[in-house]
């Protein structure tokens, strides 16, 4: 029995542990579903399993759950990408392609893309939402775009010029994948292996310095 009780606690201990990661994959669903003004807690409690009593346990009101999906499902690729832009070796032609690509497999081809759908749709309604959106992952975005970018035209890859350019244009192929698989895909599906190489292939021809020859 005793055996039988401490496999008990083990399974309940495990239980608690997973709790939040439901409650936030379950608030995604809602989300998604209904918007942020639509979502209610109740029903992210009941689409978890569990009673809406227990959101508060973890979460401090439906602006703090919103906000801990995005550090769950956004930040952790964030960091990812910084790290492969802090990385010494590689051009930065090399460095762009990974960004981008991990951006395409893990932000637009996930369920994580119905969070900048819910940012134009709802952040005009909710500017809290969208300022600390923009502050922890739209600011760390354009950052480590710039970063490369600079990288590249310092070492002669890039065409000067090129650091003119606004992140917002270099990422814009990227948002416009994420809305049309989250909102179109039913019609005409999105090829996103296709998708990405035009738009690698597109913003190479228009970065490269033709003189470069490393």
């Known amino acids: ?86 990385n010494v070796e590689g051009s930065a032609r090399d460095i762009l392609r990974q960004q981008l690509k991990i951006i395409y497999q893990q932000l637009v081809s996930t369920d994580t893309r119905y969070i900048p759908k819910l940012m134009i749709g709802e952040g005009n309604r909710f500017p809290h939402l969208a300022e600390f959106y923009f502050r922890e992952v739209i600011t760390r975005m354009h950052k480590l775009l710039r970063s490369v970018i600079e990288r590249g035209v310092a070492n002669g890859e890039f065409r000067p010029e090129a650091l003119r350019w606004k992140p917002q244009a270099i990422l814009s192929p990227a948002l416009s994948a994420a809305m049309w698989r989250t909102v179109f895909e039913q019609f005409d599906p999105l090829d996103i292996d296709a998708f990405l190489d035009t738009h690698i292939d597109l913003l190479m021809h228009g970065l490269l310095n033709r003189e470069y020859t490393g």
Do not use: W
Not at 46 to 53: D, E, F, L, S
């Open 1 to 86: 029995m005793a055996g039988t009780n401490t496999s008990q606690e083990h399974s309940y201990s495990r239980r608690k542990d997973e709790r939040p990661a439901e409650i936030m994959n379950a608030a995604l669903e809602e989300f998604s579903t209904n918007g942020f003004a639509g979502t209610r807690l109740q029903d992210v409690a009941r689409r978890a399993g569990i009673c809406k009593g227990t959101i508060y346990l973890y979460f401090r009101s439906k602006e703090d759950l919103f906000e801990e999906v995005v550090r769950d499902r956004i930040l952790p690729y964030l960091e990812q990408l910084e790290a492969i832009g802090e």
